[in-house]
Nanobody, 122 residues
């Protein structure tokens, strides 16, 4: 069974930091991109960041550049999202996904986790 499990979400004050983890299992992801997406209440799901298992190539949404960093540990089959200088508008459910094709296009991702809630307070 292919499984993506997110963890690390929670409540944090604006300006603070939080680190999300995504553990992937069930298949060989060597040729896949691993991505983070988020969805705030009443809004469409949006792309946050992505990284390739091999090579570590990354891409980030303009809204999080300079604040969020995506990384991976291939030995642990785990992808991370380090979030710094958090803003109120970062509040959302964050989803981990795996796919092939266009890294920033969510239609390219066919495996998804259940999501983890991130709430930023003032």
């Amino acid at each position: 069974q292919v499984q993506l499990v997110e963890s690390g979400g929670g409540l944090v004050q604006a300006g603070g930091s939080l680190r999300l983890s995504c553990a992937a299992s069930g298949r060989n992801f060597s040729n896949f991109f691993m991505g983070w997406f988020r969805q705030a209440p009443g809004k469409e799901r949006e792309f946050v960041a992505t990284i390739s298992w091999s090579g570590g190539r990354t891409y980030r949404a303009d809204s999080v550049k300079g604040r969020f960093t995506i990384s991976r540990d291939n030995a642990k089959n785990t992808v991370y999202l380090q979030m710094n200088l958090l803003k109120l508008e970062d509040t959302a459910v964050y989803y981990c996904a795996a796919g092939r094709g266009s890294p920033s296009w969510q239609a390219s991702y066919n495996y998804w986790g259940q999501g983890t809630q991130v709430t930023v307070s003032s």
